[in-house]
């Protein structure tokens, strides 16, 4: 394995381990409505509503959350991995433009900034094997 792979790999592997702990712990507290003392901006029901969204949307983002890690980690199913990928990255950089929005102070946009760069880390970085193979072009698929 060259250096260069090497670099790659690691680079992968602390970013989608640190991106699924991110995810699994937010995705906890959303999904049992539970407030984390302390926390700067909080994913809870405080959190939640804050922001101006319903706290129905806990659960969903919770459940969709714990869901996309699996995907992420397991092996093999490349294009579920795709749709995990897009959802963290919708979902983060929802938080992030939330924030902006209500014009609070860059403080509160680390979080979500943090786990919008590491969905992007892992993403860019994940081995051959857990991307799509596309057809090269001008090949017919027949």
């Known amino acids: 394995m ?18 699924a702990l991110g995810m699994v712990s937010t995705g906890l507290v959303q999904l049992f409505r539970v407030e984390a003392p302390g926390a700067v901006a909080p994913p809870g029901v405080y959190g939640i509503q804050y922001l101006g969204y319903p706290v129905y949307f806990l659960t969903i983002l919770g459940a969709w959350k714990l869901l996309g890690v699996i995907a992420v980690l397991l092996p093999g199913l490349p294009l579920l991995k795709e749709w995990a990928y897009a959802g963290f990255f919708f979902l983060m950089s929802g938080a992030v433009f939330s924030h902006f929005a209500l014009k609070d102070p860059w403080i509160e946009f680390l979080p979500s900034l943090l786990l919008l760069a590491l969905t992007v880390s892992s993403w860019y970085f994940r081995p051959s094997e857990r991307k799509i193979m596309t057809q090269p072009a001008g090949q017919n698929f027949a």
């Not at 060259?2 to 670099?7: S, V």
């Open 2 to 19: 060259t250096d260069m792979k090497k670099r790659d790999k690691i680079i992968y592997w602390v970013s989608t381990l640190w991106l």
